[in-house]
């Protein structure tokens, strides 16, 4: 299994918590797109095996009309191997969803619909300057549903100071209300040099509480269970087993292509990420195209071959957040038997308080510390 992940590094407004790359001048939209198709020519052959999943994600990837989508779909298609069981995902903003904009979206090859909505009460929203409002969240999903998308996940955020406990569980309320198939949720964090970080330090805005966000992440924790949502990794929720395909494919570590600004990719040993600038992207990518022995490493990106000691912590940090767990065998056969043994003493006093639990030759973290998985993880990585 491996998959494609395309990043759209453009959005029409910044939100105030967000350290993603993206520009909100769209004028290189359309050399931008030109350039990931390259991209994904040129790229062919590191990526042979079965692509079960396509990832339109960014920045806002709804800025492109449907014919830019399928053009892009279309030269994955001519020049990747495609799984019959493929995931085509789109994250969408719901002020780019129009009732038209779905039909035509429903045409396409995308079968999966990931809706930024984030609150469903506008003071959230503002304070965390998206640009779509109560209304237009509403009106997507109805009308996504209406069109006939039956693979559908809501994003949302809790913990903002311009929300409580009693909206959080109104925002809960209404998210299963609709008959989606997927929930990410995410704990608002503050991230150095963004536009929060800045108003937060002058004192123009208030902080996140995090006491009231692991209050907020338990009642969606009680709340997602009684709709029958299972809680298969910390941010997330599916029902009727119908998991992000992409999110899992990251968490096993299986190999994937990631194309454009930004992007991200592994081949199992290899980290490498492209240039996080859409005009030196665009330079890197003109020289490849006319010069063939153009080494694009340094220009277009970076890489860093991943240490046994980076692909255990890693292992440990994503294994414990699903509900798969970490399995102890495949330490042993992958990383070998100091790694394991490193890991059995290091986690003796995690089980006998609690913080993990055995079975099956497993460890998981226990529902009610789920919310503390990273620093519980990081305590059993080899340093
Ligand atoms: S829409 Fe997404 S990528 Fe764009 S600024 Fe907001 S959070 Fe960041």
Redesign the pocket.
């Known amino acids: 299994m491996a998959g494609i992940y395309i990043h759209i590094p453009f ?5 105030h ?4 790359h ?1 520009s ?1 001048n769209l004028s290189l939209k359309q050399e931008i797109i030109n350039a990931i198709l390259l991209e994904l020519k040129l790229r062919k052959d590191e990526l042979s095996e079965s692509i079960e999943t396509i990832y339109f994600g ?3 990837p709804s800025l492109l009309s449907t014919e830019e989508l399928q053009k892009i779909f279309s030269c994955i298609e001519q020049n990747y191997n495609l799984s019959n069981e493929l995931e085509i995902s789109l ?1 969408a ?1 719901p002020d780019d969803l129009t009732t038209e904009s779905l039909k035509q979206l429903s045409d396409s090859p995308i079968n999966r619909l990931s809706i ?1 909505v ?1 609150s469903f009460f506008n003071e959230d929203l503002i304070y ?4 779509h409002d109560e209304k237009q969240a509403k009106s997507c999903i109805e009308d996504a549903l209406t069109i006939g998308f039956e693979n559908l996940s809501i994003d949302l955020i809790y913990g903002s100071p311009s929300s409580d406990m009693d909206k959080w569980s109104k925002n809960l309320e209404t998210t299963f209300g609709y008959p989606i198939t997927h929930l990410s949720c995410y704990a608002l964090t503050v991230e150095s040099n963004t536009a929060l970080d800045h108003f937060i330090k002058k004192g123009q805005m208030p902080a996140p509480n995090e006491q009231a966000a692991s209050q907020q992440f338990e009642l969606l924790l009680k709340i997602s269970k009684e709709n029958n949502f299972e809680h298969y990794e910390v941010s997330n929720f599916a029902k009727d087993q119908k998991y992000s395909k992409h999110n899992t494919s990251y968490w096993r570590g299986t190999k994937y292509l990631g194309i454009g600004p930004a992007a991200h990719s592994f081949d199992g040993t290899i980290r490498r990420w492209n240039i996080s600038n859409n005009a030196k992207y665009l330079k890197a990518m003109n020289a490849w195209k006319i010069n063939d022995h153009f080494n694009p490493e340094g220009h277009l990106y970076d890489l860093e071959k991943l240490s046994s000691s980076d692909r255990y912590n890693e292992y440990v940090m994503t294994s414990l957040r699903t509900m798969w767990g970490l399995d102890l065998n495949h330490v042993k056969i992958n990383f070998g038997e100091a790694y394991l043994n490193h890991l059995l003493e290091n986690a003796k006093d995690k089980l006998s308080n609690e913080l993990l639990t055995l079975n099956e030759g497993k460890y998981t973290i226990p529902v009610k510390n789920k919310f503390f998985s990273d620093g519980i993880a990081s305590d059993l990585f080899w340093v």
Request: glycine residues 14%.
């Open positions: 959005c029409k407004k910044a939100c918590y967000c350290n993603f993206f909100t960014g920045g806002t994250e903003n930024g984030q965390m300057n998206r640009s």
